[in-house]
């Protein structure tokens, strides 16, 4: 709710880019020892842990890190 009123931009985008990554290191930990699990990732029955669903939970995880530097950025030139 915080990141999308705005409040706290920069310090939340860092949390939500560090969970992001967590789950990316986990999901591509499970896919490289070959389990055979599903990400549940919000969808029923969820997806297996594949390249799809590394390519796409890998495009969250870059545009959290986009944003939270353009809201680093809009600090900076803020404070200028």
Same mark, same amino acid.
């Given at each position: =709710?915080?990141?999308?009123?705005?409040?706290?931009? @920069?310090?939340?985008?860092? =949390?939500? #880019?560090?969970?992001? &990554?967590? +789950?990316? +290191?986990?999901?591509?930990?499970?896919?490289?020892?070959?389990?055979?699990?599903?990400? %549940?990732?919000? !969808?029923? &029955?969820?997806?297996? =842990? %594949?390249?799809?669903? !590394?390519? @796409?939970? %890998? #495009? +969250?995880? =870059?545009? #959290?890190?986009?944003?939270?530097?353009?809201? +680093?950025?809009?600090?900076? @030139?803020?404070? #200028?």
């Amino acid at each position: =709710v915080f990141l999308l009123a705005g409040v706290w931009r @920069r310090w939340l985008g860092i =949390v939500t #880019s560090l969970l992001l &990554g967590g +789950f990316m +290191f986990g999901m591509i930990r499970a896919w490289h020892k070959g389990l055979n699990i599903n990400c %549940g990732c919000g !969808l029923p &029955g969820g997806d297996k =842990v %594949g390249p799809i669903t !590394l390519a @796409r939970d %890998g #495009s +969250f995880l =870059v545009l #959290s890190l986009a944003l939270t530097i353009l809201a +680093f950025i809009a600090a900076k @030139r803020q404070k #200028s």
